[in-house]
């Protein structure tokens, strides 16, 4: 056997092991990113607002660009076509059941899961701030998005005022 014959009869399984253990390795930190993402993630300007899943779920029709004009239960549908669910699932009977936090987590960890699978354009923490912000605007605190445009107030005394 030629001595370049012996290092490709070599260098395969070599290189078959190295791209297993990498893919393995790969795949315990998608898992633990996965559980560490519920630990992470605050949304607690939610707490008390009784953001209800009808509301919940047009918000993320809307965040995750998947519609408009849509009924609660269309958006359910939606949604729940991509397994992004509070708890079980949601509840057709009563759309105007409120939410709690850890279904909104719950809510967040699906939407990253559907990231990872590729079936959304947002990871689970741009839709984590953009729940907080309308949780915010629910609350009635001043508008947080970006897309807020800013004014300038020109006092009445200054010459631009008196025109």
């Known amino acids: 056997m030629s001595l370049e014959r012996f290092f490709v009869v070599c260098m395969f ?15 315990g930190k998608a898992g633990k990113t996965q559980e560490d993402l519920f630990s992470i993630i605050d ?3 939610c707490e008390g607002v009784g953001v209800t899943q009808c509301e919940l ?13 849509l009924t609660c239960e269309e958006g359910f549908v939606h949604l729940r076509a991509l ?13 105007h059941r409120v ?4 279904e909104i987590k719950d809510v967040i ?3 990253q899961r559907a990231y990872n699978e590729g079936n959304v354009l947002l990871d689970g923490f741009a839709v ?3 729940i907080k912000r309308f949780c915010l605007d629910m609350k009635g605190g001043p508008p947080t ?19």
């Open 13 to 27: 399984p070599i290189f078959i092991l190295c791209t297993s253990a990498s893919f393995a390795i790969a795949q």
């Open 57 to 69: 779920a047009m918000d993320l029709i809307a965040t995750l660009k998947m519609g408009e004009g």
């Open 109 to 111: 960890n699906d939407v």
């Open 43 to 45: 949304v607690e300007e």
């Open 145 to 163: 998005s970006s897309k807020t445009k800013k004014t300038e107030t020109v006092p009445p005394s200054s010459p631009e005022g008196k025109k």
């Open 83 to 95: 397994d992004i669910a509070p708890g079980k699932d949601w509840s057709y009977e009563d759309p």
């Open 99 to 102: 939410v709690t936090l850890a």
């Open 128 to 130: 984590a701030q953009e």
